[in-house]
């Protein structure tokens, strides 16, 4: 049964290419709103928390700071609204999921950047 669905999955499900990233980088999503007949696109920029599922069902969860409120999205990889994702810093961690990062404010919440070889 499983094998059917990644059957289907690989077959029928559009992918998009985007570029490769990783928890506790700092990325920028470009999505579509739909608002009656009218279409634009806003984009949400923040911290990548995790990435996970995998196929047609991975998801990944971004946070950002509004204010003082911390705001996590999470947004289906082949969501058909999804245009574009930007990298803006690749971020250096050491685990998958930092959900421990939602405990953090000010200074304590940076995360260090890595650095390219």
Known sequence: ???????VQ???VTKKEFPAFGAGDTITV???IREGEKVR???FRGVV???RGSGASETFTIRKMSG???VERIFPVNMPAL????INKKGKVRRARIFYFRGLTG???????????
Do not use: H, P
Request: hydrophobic fraction near 30%.
């Open 10 to 12: 690989d077959e029928f």
């Open 83 to 86: 245009q574009k994702i930007e």
């Open 68 to 70: 003082t409120v911390g």
């Open 107 to 117: 200074k304590k919440a940076r995360i260090k950047e890595r650095r390219n070889k």
């Open 49 to 51: 928390i995790q990435k």
């Open 41 to 43: 696109t806003q984009f």
């Open 1 to 7: 049964m499983e094998s059917l669905i990644k059957f």
């Open 30 to 32: 470009y999505y579509e």
